[in-house]
């Protein structure tokens, strides 16, 4: 046995070895050396000890020289961590450096750089800047003013005092000095004024903290993140929980059960500024984005698609997408959402959207124009702009159909209704209802009597039970002059109908122009059937991009009831240039 053992431990040592060596000589494959400094990801309470790793990547240490810790106390380290392998497809080594540190009285301590020498060069970390803030943390009595708990659930909210809509973190933690085997969430507060996101992926591991001079196991027990929906004084209710405490007196479950009751909490939230800006997304965080165009010369038939990709912490239920300007030869629409998700980095709650902008070409030229996006920073208390590094320029030129005259009125003017079925063809549509089996000279007579009846009959009453036939013969192709007023009528009716009805109306207006410009009922067009007749009949492929979005958009809005009502101005908007363009008129 002690052979196999030793013989084991020696073939593991060699392929870390040799994982290692393939690693380092891979450089083809490996990023470039780095060397960083790793810290708490928050403030940290006085009396608390934590976690700083100097990690240097794909090099190898000849020597590690420790930095000032600036007034923090070293309890352990440094702990060195070797490790290698593969991520994303590129090879990967690493060494680490790693110190156990205790924050002492409250205040702002810098960890200087920390030095590590190599074959090649020397790496100096930057420096790390570490918040001590004073525990605000209590032991509750336990009934008399001489004895108190040995363990205590502590609720808190940071920062105490915040913005609105800024994210803020809630946290219940168990403070105990005796053993506690189990400990199960039985009540949250019900938050109300705020808009509650629950964080799976926080830190449970045990931690020692300082309250009032004596040491405590601290561990935590729930997490999430608020969003304040109202200003002023905003009160959380307490917590409750079941614990498992360890000690003299034992019960079937193994220990004594308790009731621990978390502390109430009072948030003060603060209103924006005021002026708000112009541009203002409504949200409160720390913001970044990318800005892409999918071509730099286009024609005045084509369309340029802008792509804007917007990542932050704030409340995504408040972000209003930003609107693009841009100079009188171009049009820019309203964004259409591509992407949107919110995910859990571990510290805090991230939102990212992908947004598409059409921007149609008016007259040829060399445009420059810059997006721009305006949200709050709590930290600094400001607005801020962001913007891209240099403008977006493009190059417009003329395309085929620029300068074109406007189509004759006689094809895209007030339209001629339907040509009416005659009654014989009306009857030859009806689909046959009686068999006839007989044979003989009485059978014709009687058929020829059957048929003499129902001819009567058919001229007393419709022609046809069929609905769908019913309504091709009942339909009638709406002028010009009505679609224009029924599309007016939609605009004045904005502000006072539901965001569905809009919608609902203003697709089946949509469904009665398009028919009506190619002569055909509505019941027979599908929405790719339709825009596959616009582009053959020479509707500008710009226009029709138009109607395919519209008709996208109201679809979407009633079959899957996505609604926006601040859409519904620019998509009538949109519907209207696309029906100016239809009938011919600038």
């Excluded at 240097?56 to 020289?65: D, G, P, S, Y």
């Excluded at 621990?260 to 948030?267: E, G, H, I, R």
């Excluded at 965001?499 to 055909?520: G, K």
């Amino acid at each position: 046995m002690p052979c196999t053992f030793a013989l084991w431990q020696t073939a593991g040592r060699c392929l870390t070895a040799a994982l290692c060596l393939w690693a380092a000589m891979a450089p083809a494959q490996s990023e470039a050396p780095t060397f960083e400094v790793r810290g708490p990801r928050r403030e940290v309470t006085e009396g608390t000890r934590f976690e700083v790793s100097f990690v240097l990547k794909n090099e190898t240490a000849q020597r590690f020289i420790p930095p000032d810790f600036g007034g923090l106390t070293v309890r352990t380290g440094p702990a060195e961590v070797r490790s290698a392998g593969f991520a994303q497809g590129k090879a990967y080594m690493q060494q680490s450096w790693v110190y156990e540190l205790e924050a002492g009285s409250a205040g702002s301590y810098t960890i200087g750089p920390a030095t590590v020498q190599t074959a090649q060069r020397n790496f100096r970390s930057q420096p790390l800047t570490v918040r001590v803030i004073k525990s605000s943390v209590r032991r509750p009595k336990k009934g008399s003013a001489s004895t108190e708990e040995p363990y205590f659930v502590v609720a808190d909210v940071l920062p105490g005092q915040a913005w609105l809509g800024q994210q803020m973190l809630y946290r219940l933690r168990l403070f105990t000095q005796v053993g506690v085997s189990e400990a199960d969430l039985i009540e949250l507060p019900s938050f109300d004024g705020f808009y509650v996101l629950e964080r799976r992926r926080y830190d449970t591991r045990v931690q020692r903290e300082k309250v009032s001079g004596k040491t405590y196991a601290v561990r935590t027990l729930y997490e999430a993140s608020l969003f304040a929906q109202r200003t002023g004084t905003i009160v959380i209710g307490p917590a409750r929980l079941r614990l498992i405490v360890e000690g003299r007196e034992r019960s079937l479950l193994g220990g004594t059960p308790a009731i621990a009751a978390a502390n109430t909490m009072t948030v003060e939230i603060r209103p924006l500024p005021e002026p708000l800006p112009e541009r203002f997304c409504g949200v409160v965080g720390n913001y970044e984005w990318t800005v892409s165009a999918d071509k730099q010369t286009l024609t005045t038939d084509d369309a340029l698609t802008l792509t804007v990709r917007i990542q932050g912490n704030g409340d995504t239920r408040r972000f209003v997408n930003p609107r693009l300007e841009v100079p009188s030869g171009l049009e820019a629409f309203d964004p259409e959402v591509r992407e949107q998700e919110e995910y859990e980095t571990g510290d805090e709650f991230v939102h990212r959207r992908t947004l598409t902008y059409a921007i149609l070409p008016k007259e040829p030229g060399t445009y420059l124009f810059t997006p721009e996006m305006t949200f709050f920073h709590p930290d600094s208390g400001n607005y801020q702009t962001l913007r891209t590094e240099k403008p977006v320029e493009i190059v417009v030129v003329p395309g085929a159909n620029y300068g074109r005259a406007a189509p004759p009125p006689e094809t895209t003017g007030a339209l001629p209704p339907l040509e009416e079925p005659t009654w014989w063809e009306e009857i030859e549509a009806v689909p046959p209802t009686w068999v006839v089996g007989m044979a003989g000279i009485a059978a014709l007579l009687v058929l020829a009597w059957l048929a003499a009846l129902l001819w009567q009959r058919q001229r007393r009453k419709p022609p046809t039970t069929d609905p769908a036939l019913e309504s091709e013969l009942a339909y009638r192709s709406p002028d010009s002059h009505t679609l224009n007023t029924q599309l007016q009528r939609l605009r004045q009716h904005l502000s006072d109908s539901s965001p569905e009805a809009f919608y609902r109306d203003l697709l089946r207006w949509l469904e009665s122009a398009i028919a009506a410009y190619l002569r055909v009922p509505p019941f027979m067009l599908s929405r790719h059937v339709a825009l596959e007749q616009l582009a053959a009949r020479g509707v500008p492929p710009a226009t029709v991009e138009v109607i395919a979005e519209v008709w996208e958009r109201c679809e979407r809005a009633v079959y899957a009831h996505i609604t926006s009502p601040e859409d519904m101005r620019t998509l009538w908007e949109k519907a209207h240039m696309a029906w100016k363009t239809l009938r011919g008129k600038n």
